[in-house]
């Protein structure tokens, strides 16, 4: 079954059984062209932490394909100030980075954590930081902290601390997942009996918008994170989907059947009345606004075969985008707005691709068969989709230069519709 019919037809997610309390692995493969070989040392005082602080800042530093983890055991004493570095240690050891830290309580009762990163090569210390956390906030704090090194070596923010929304199902039950990046501290949204699909973050992560069939048929629904309270913008006469946000915040464009076709339409966040865009006897779909909110792409089969296109996000002539092959869908522009993501059959295998807009240049990034809803992270670094490992759905993440490949699966569990959320404010 191609993405595009599945997303037209509205069809039920495929069905597999799976924990509904089950956490995510995660495994990696490949490295990025240039890997900054740093030691991160066991901090003295993190045995006060439910969990290791330097083993997930390790995990996530590595995960990247960035970073190769050098190690740091043996070495004694374990330096918590750049002044009681031994640099010959780490020379020796090829490190040309070295995160050391110190673990403490804090006068109310919690704890901090100080930081320094130090430049073994020039050796000098690049940076020191701290924070203040409660101990149940370990896992956010890691990934703060590995934000802060990641960016510091490579001069791109960090991704770590960024959440994941993506659907999983366990017999009749649909449950909308929100996660950490790495799909640990999961939690659920939404429990349906009712299919749900195509979750969509708002600009400033405070939001989730999708659709639901908890009604008896496909609705466009508003969730706030963190109050679960929600609004219906979409019930329209026939099909309501695929919204997407304006970087605005204050509306979205979404897909309905007003008309008989699938057209692509705008609604207030709030809900209210749309505002029809697009005016084909074709079927226009996927809508992605490019960055800056001044363009809308989306899917059509306006020329015979579902391909990209763009246009002025008020509406107007549409341009085609996408020309090698016979099938390109599921646009994402990238957050500079350079590069769109896409999926398309290559083959006779639906992977991941990528289109230099200013080129034209295509790259297949992915090496799986089945893929489908390519989301950028934040920094515009990765490329989470979804697609299908032994019949089973699972998530993947690869790099846009394909050169690094992870993939997120659950023990016994159907994922699907990922989408990367906005850096956390």
């Not at 999926?343 to 799986?368: H, I, K, M, S, Y």
């Amino acid at each position: 079954m191609t993405p595009l019919i599945r997303l037209l037809a509205c069809l039920v997610l495929a069905a597999c059984a799976l924990s509904a309390r089950a956490q995510m692995t995660i495994e990696v493969s490949g490295a990025g062209a240039r890997q900054y070989p740093i030691a991160v040392t066991s901090f003295p005082g993190e045995a006060a932490l439910p969990e290791s602080l330097t083993a997930i800042v390790r995990a996530d530093l590595e995960r990247s394909g960035l970073f190769r983890i050098v190690d740091a055991s043996g070495v004694s004493p374990v330096p918590t100030e750049s002044s009681q570095v031994r640099f010959a240690d780490w020379t020796a050891r090829n490190a040309e980075f070295l995160a050391i830290g110190v673990v403490a309580p804090a006068p109310d009762g919690r704890l901090t954590v100080r930081i320094r990163l130090v430049d073994v090569v020039k050796q000098a210390e690049l940076a020191s930081f701290a924070f203040t956390l409660a101990p149940a906030l370990t896992r956010v704090t890691a990934h703060r902290a590995a934000d802060e090194i990641y960016e510091k070596i490579t001069g791109e923010k960090g991704f770590f601390n960024t959440k994941i929304a993506y659907v999983k199902k366990s017999g009749a039950r649909f449950d909308l997942i929100v996660a950490d990046y790495d799909g640990q501290n999961e939690q659920s949204a939404l429990t349906s009996r009712e299919p749900i699909i195509s979750p969509e973050w708002s600009p400033d992560g405070s939001r989730l918008a999708y659709v639901s069939f908890e009604n008896r048929k496909p609705q466009i629904w508003v969730h706030e994170i963190y109050t679960s309270r929600r609004t219906l913008i979409g019930n329209f006469r026939g099909s309501n989907s695929a919204p997407v946000w304006a970087p605005n915040g204050r509306e979205l464009a979404v897909v309905l059947t007003l008309s008989g076709a699938s057209q692509i339409y705008v609604v207030p966040a709030t809900g209210g009345e749309p505002r029809r865009l697009t005016t084909s006897a074709a079927i226009d779909t996927e809508p992605a606004y490019s960055p800056d909110g001044g363009t809308l792409y989306f899917t059509s089969d306006r020329g015979g075969g579902p391909q990209i296109y763009r246009m002025p996000a008020v509406g107007g002539d549409a341009r085609r985008v996408t020309f090698k092959g016979t099938y390109n869908v599921s646009p994402k522009p990238s957050p500079d707005g350079k590069t769109l993501a896409y999926v398309t059959r290559n083959n006779g295998q639906f992977q991941v691709a990528t289109l230099d807009l200013a080129t034209g240049q295509e790259l297949v990034l992915t090496d799986t068969v089945k893929d489908e809803s390519p989301s950028f992270s934040p920094n515009g670094k990765m490329i989470l989709y979804a697609t299908e490992i032994a019949g089973r759905g699972v998530l993947a993440a690869v790099s846009v230069d394909g050169r690094v490949k992870q993939r997120l699966s659950v023990s016994a569990a159907d994922a699907r519709e990922p989408a990367w959320g906005p850096f956390a404010k």
